[in-house]
């Protein structure tokens, strides 16, 4: 009950932190920390499927992109409200991977993985090559959500939308559902033996998985203003996996930590270009050598060795 109050009690200082933050940054800081928020989401929704499905998505990123250039294009060539436009392109991104899910995720491994990659290929050179409709290389304007440039409001927005997706993926993963999916990751055949529909299930985490990408990339596209095809580079799914890497994989919050510490580091490396790719690729190894569970696991290590310096010695040692 201790352990569980402490947590509690920092979960609350972590928010009111959060909260307050704003007051004492700049607005450059402020937006670092609002793209940070939105590749925390995509982190944490790509966990959903690649940490405890195990389902190796290389086209995750596409889905972000998709959200963004479907809300965006509605609102500019269609005249669609804000409001709407965000559900519709919500509904696209799940459509497209229920469609893909069903192709492609009765295999899994290299292959699922190739599929995914063909995919996302597919719809980047798609949306580079129609310029007249989605403005191609040059980038496509899309309507501000709050109709100004100023980070802030965008910062307390992204930060509420962060949390609502994490606690939503913590409800989901401590559901049935959730423990069919872990299932699934670890043994595929026994899980079958005991009746669960492995297809069924891997479709339902890819659509999910698939519509909060969807979601966090259309609020991004209205967060910056300016959309291009650079959001679907193959770059920027690999950043996905080394935030959810670095993070923790199969952690609820791992990714979110993660995404923002690898954000703010590249950040303050901005000046030094060349150096920051060699800093980060050493990250990665050394976390992956000594702390395979990311930086949840280096935490988890040192609450363990704190806890057992408190344990009182015995007088009969």
Known sequence: MKWFNLKILGLVVVIIVA????????????????????YAIMAASWNLLGGYTGQFSLGHHTFGMLGAYTSSLLMVKAGASLWLSIPAAIAVTMILSLILGIVCLRVHGLYLALITWAF???????????????GGDRGLESP??????????????????????????????????????????DDAIAARSMGVNIVRYKVLA??????????AGAFYGHT???ISP???DFNEMAMIIIFVVIGGMRTQTGPVVGAITVRITMELLREQSEIRIIILSALVIIIMRFFNGGLMEFVRRVKKWVSRRKKPVSAYQ
Do not use: K
């Not at 606690?167 to 299932?183: C, D, K, P």
């Open 230 to 232: 650079v959001l679907g």
């Open 224 to 226: 910056i203003g300016l």
């Open 206 to 215: 890819f659509i999910v998985a698939s519509g909060i990408a969807g979601m």
């Open 144 to 185: 501000l959500l709050f109709g100004t440039l100023q980070p802030t409001p965008y910062y307390y927005f992204f930060l509420g939308l962060t949390v609502l997706c994490v606690l939503l993926i913590a409800v989901l993963m401590r559901s049935r559902i959730g423990f069919y999916l872990r299932s699934i990751r």
């Open 120 to 134: 996302a290929e597919v719809i980047r050179n798609y949306l580079r090559m129609h310029y007249a409709f989605t």
């Open 19 to 38: 909260l307050l933050v704003p007051l004492g940054l700049s607005d450059y800081w402020q937006y670092v920390l609002t793209v940070a928020f939105f």
